[in-house]
C-alpha cells in the first residue's frame, strides 16, 4: 500500500463503482484514507474509462466475493483495457436490512444488488419468503429506491442507512460471517516491489498447444520454477466462440527472478499474454 500511497497528493481523484454508500466506497476509504477526493461512477466500465482518460487518478474495483465468487464484468475489462492492477484491499461484508419502516412486517419487496440478495439467500428464505427480490445495479441504488417507495427496504452497508437516512431494521443479516469481498485499485502503471507482492495475469494457450493436457503444459514453468498460484479463473475470450482465457494470481513480484523466468517461459507458449499487475498484498 505505501507504494501506491506515496503518488497520491490532494487533488487526485478516486474513481469507484457508486452511488455513495457502497461497499466500494467503503474499501476506498480502507485503502486511501478519509482524505482523498472520490467520485462514484455507475458501472465498472465507467471506473475503467475514466482513469484510462485520467479524470481520475485510480479506480475501485470488487473483483471477488468469499461466498458468490468473480465479478465477471471486472474480469472482462482486462481483456481490453490497458489499465494495470496497482493494489488490492479485502472488506469484511456485513449486510443491514434498511428501508423508512420499522418492522420486516411492513417489507413488501427488497432492492439490493444481485450479489448481496445471493449472500442473504437463506436469512431472506426464512424471515421475508413471500416478498419481491429485486435486482439493481447496486445496493446504493436499491436504498434509493427505498428512499422512495412505500413498502421497499434494501439490503447494503451501514453506511448507506446513513446517506440515504434509513432506518436499520435487521443487522448482519448475511448467510456466513466471514463473508469478504475484494477489491482491485487500477492504475496505469506498474509497481516495483516491495517484499510482500502478488502478480495476475492474462493468458491464453496457442493454437499449436492444442489436444490433451493443454493447460497443464501451459502452466507447467509456473510448478518448475516453484511458483504459487494463488486464483485461475477462466472467462471467454471474446474472439471466438469455445475459445478461453485464464486469469491468474501468483505469489511473488513479476520482476523476481524466478518469477520472471517462468514468465518468459509461459509467454512463448500462449496465444494472448499480459502481466495485468505486480502488487503489495492486501493489508488483513
Not at 44 to 58: G, K, L, P, Q, R
Not at 110 to 134: F, G, N, P, Y
Not at 164 to 169: E, R, S, T
Not at 185 to 199: E, H, P, R, W, Y
Request: negative net charge; proline residues 4%; glycine residues 8%.
Amino acid at each position: 500500500m505505501a507504494n501506491l500511497l506515496k503518488n497520491i497528493n490532494a487533488q487526485d481523484k478516486i474513481g469507484f463503482l457508486g452511488p455513495e454508500g457502497t461497499f466500494t466506497q467503503a474499501a476506498v476509504i480502507k485503502h486511501f484514507g478519509n482524505n482523498v477526493l472520490t467520485l462514484p461512477f455507475p458501472t465498472i466500465d465507467e471506473v475503467f474509462y475514466h482513469v484510462e482518460s485520467s479524470c481520475t487518478a485510480f479506480g475501485v474495483v470488487p473483483i471477488e466475493n468469499s461466498t458468490e465468487g468473480s465479478v465477471n464484468n471486472t474480469l472482462d475489462m482486462f481483456l481490453t483495457s490497458p489499465l494495470k492492477i496497482v493494489g488490492e484491499t479485502e472488506l469484511n461484508i456485513e449486510h443491514f436490512l434498511m428501508g423508512k419502516m420499522h418492522d420486516i412486517s411492513e417489507i413488501k419487496r427488497v432492492c439490493a444488488h444481485e450479489q448481496s440478495l445471493a449472500q442473504c439467500r437463506d436469512w431472506i428464505r426464512e424471515h421475508l419468503s413471500d416478498v419481491e427480490l429485486t435486482g439493481m445495479p447496486s445496493n446504493a441504488a436499491g436504498a434509493i429506491r427505498a428512499v422512495n417507495e412505500t413498502g421497499t427496504a434494501a439490503i447494503g452497508a451501514e453506511v448507506a442507512a446513513e446517506i440515504y437516512n434509513l432506518n436499520i431494521i435487521i443487522s448482519n443479516i448475511e448467510d456466513r460471517p466471514d463473508n469478504a469481498t475484494r477489491f482491485l485499485i487500477v492504475g496505469k502503471q506498474l509497481l516495483s516491489a516491495c517484499g510482500n507482492d502478488k502478480t495476475s495475469i492474462l493468458i491464453s494457450a496457442s493454437a499449436a498447444a492444442g489436444g490433451s493436457g493443454v493447460l497443464y503444459n501451459l502452466l507447467k514453468p509456473l510448478a518448475d520454477h516453484g511458483i504459487s498460484m494463488t486464483r485461475i479463473e477462466s472467462r471467454p475470450s471474446k474472439r471466438k466462440k469455445w475459445d478461453y482465457v485464464f486469469f491468474i494470481d501468483l505469489e511473488g513480484h513479476a520482476d523476481d527472478e524466478h518469477i520472471s523466468e517462468a514468465l518468459t517461459k509461459l509467454e512463448l507458449n500462449s496465444s494472448l499474454f499480459n502481466i495485468l499487475g505486480a502488487y503489495p498484498k492486501a493489508i488483513y
